[in-house]
């Protein structure tokens, strides 16, 4: 599949919106995939292409967090266990059923969490102080995470809600903390589902490529926006974000 020049400009723009929204919050592939489709790419490939950026963004982004001292890494591999199980079979059905399936749940996902911004911020974002829970003294974060992996695997959009339901509001880790784990988890699931798809042959790399220089961009934009600023602000951010994810979910 060729692009010209505008739609190579539009990808990156489209893919760096989505990066910063990915690492503050998440939904922002529900952005990049509507793009894809209307270009002219079956839902299938754009699925599986979108994965080659959200990779790459990924992995900018947990260096990013690393950098500035805020990925905490103690309760780390427990985490991921549940992450890369549930990954790995929902990539799997993504790679012999049809996405839009879950288009329901993403989009009851986004009014969810929107809801919950607004009327119990305490649930995505912890008041400062609060104590963490361990994984192993959490039961019921196992199954959130396996489902937060199976979903990501599946269709990608909308994941970094469920994953911050998990990460912040079961596990209580503050806002910035949260957010540098969900990428952590991201890029697990990520990993396992982009070598599903590669098997599948559904990658379509020249768009995988100009995607991943926009979610780049986006990546260190965003770190720097949950790093330094207020999370009160960062709560209206999430707020908006997921109003707009939403609403971009509904044109695929």
Partial sequence: ?????????????????????????????????????????????ANATNRVGIFIESVVAVSEF??????????????????????????????????????????????????LVLFRPAVVSPPSGTAVRLVRNTPSAWFGLLAAGFYGGF????????????????????????NAIKLVCTLVFTTVSLVIFIWQDQVAWLAGGILSVGY????IL??????????????WFLFAATLLAGGAALLY
């Fill in 66 to 115: 690393k950098r500035h001292d805020r990925l905490d890494t103690f309760d780390l591999k427990l985490i991921l266990i549940p992450m890369a199980v549930g990954g790995l079979f929902g990539a799997l059905a993504a790679a012999f059923a049809p996405s839009d399936i879950l288009k329901p749940l993403l989009i009851g996902t986004m009014i969810l969490m929107s809801l």
């Fill in 216 to 219: 780049v961009l986006g990546a």
């Fill in 155 to 178: 269709v990608q959009a909308g994941v970094g809600f469920l994953l911050l339901a998990s990460i912040a509001g079961t596990l209580r880790y503050d806002f910035v903390r949260a």
């Fill in 1 to 45: 599949m060729e692009f010209t020049g505008v739609e190579v400009v539009v990808l990156i723009a489209v893919a760096l919106i989505a990066g910063a929204i990915n690492t503050v919050a998440g939904g922002g592939s529900n952005l990049v995939l509507p793009t894809l489709m209307l270009m002219g790419m079956p839902p299938e490939v």
């Fill in 222 to 235: 965003g770190v720097k926006l949950a790093v330094h600023t207020d999370p009160k602000i960062l709560r």
